[in-house]
C-alpha cells in the first residue's frame, strides 16, 4: 500500500541526517549561499490522518507551500502510516521562487516524517528537533481522529499560537473537542467564508437594522455536503447579526441539499408579515443572487463573490 509520504515531493533521508543537510544545503559558500533568501516567519505543521487521500495531501501540501511563498516559514508534513511498528522515514523537499519582479527570490523547506502511531513520544522529540526555534508554531489538522488529537493537547500542541481545521472535511465536529484554550482554534470553513458576509455584509448594511429585525421568524441555511462547514458559520453569523438573546421563537435549520441540485449554498429569512430575504449560490459560478422584498417591493440583485484561493484562507485562519 502506498503510504502518504510516498506520494509527496522530497529526497529520502535518515530521520537523524535532515538537520545537518539542511545546514549543508542553505549554507553553500559565500558566493552562492542561498540563507539570504530564507527568512522564516514561522513554522508551519501540516499533520494528516490516516483516512486521507493521496491526491488530497498532494493538494494540501501544495497549499501549504504556496502559503509559504508569501510567508516564508518551515513547513513541517506529518504523514501517520497506514500500520502501526514502522521505523520512522524523513524526505527533504526545497524550492525558491522567483518574485514578479525577477528580482525577488524566496526560499522556502517542508520536512517531511513518516511515522506510526506507536511513535507518539519520539513524535513530539522530533517535531521539537525540527522546529526553528524561537518562530510561532501554526498547527493545522487534516482528518486525524478526535482521540488523537486530545493526545496532544498536552505536548504537540503546547506551545502553539494557532490550531487550524477544516469543517467541511473533518467528519466529527473538531471545534467541540474539550481545547485547553478555544481561542486558538480557528475553522478554516469560517476564514472561507470572509467574501461571502463581506459581500451580503455590506448589502444589509444598507437597509434600517429595524426592519431586517421587526417580526424575524425564521433562519434557514441551505447546503451541499461538501460545504457542511460554511453553512455552520453562515448561520452563526446570520444569528448573531439579526438575533438577540430574547428571540427563542425564532426558527433556525441548516438544511443539506438534496444531491441533484445546482446550488451550493444559500439563505432564507423570513418574517412574519410575509417579506423575505433569499440568498442563492451556484455551484462552479462566482456570481450569487440575492432577492428582498422588505420594502413592500421586491428587488434582485446578482453578487460577484471571488473566493479566496487556498492559501488565502490558510493566512486569514492563521493571522485575523
Known sequence: MTELIDVLPGIELPVGAVSEELSKMWGGNKENALSEFRASQMNLVLHFGRTVSSESAKARFEVAVRFAQRYPSRIIVLCPFSKDNQPMQAKLFSQCFIGDSHREMCCCEALILGFSSEDN????NQVSVWLESDLPIYHWFSEVRAERVVKYFDHLLKRVHRIVFDSNIESYPIRDLPWPNSQKVVDLARARLLPIRQAIGQYLSGIPFELLRKEL???????????????????????????????????????????????????EIQYGHGQFIHWTQFEDSSISHLTQNLGGIEKKLSIQIKPLLPEQELSEAFYF
Not at 121 to 124: I, K, R, T, Y
Not at 234 to 252: A, F, N, V
Request: with cysteine; charged share 25%.
Open 121 to 124: 513520544g519520539f513524535l513530539f
Open 217 to 267: 421568524c425564521v433562519i434557514n441555511v441551505h447546503f451541499v455536503p461538501k460545504r457542511k462547514g460554511d453553512a455552520f458559520h453562515l448561520m452563526q453569523w446570520l444569528e448573531y447579526g439579526l438575533k438577540s438573546i430574547e428571540d427563542t421563537s425564532i426558527d433556525s435549520k441548516l438544511i443539506e441539499l438534496k444531491p441533484n441540485s445546482n446550488k451550493s449554498l444559500c439563505f
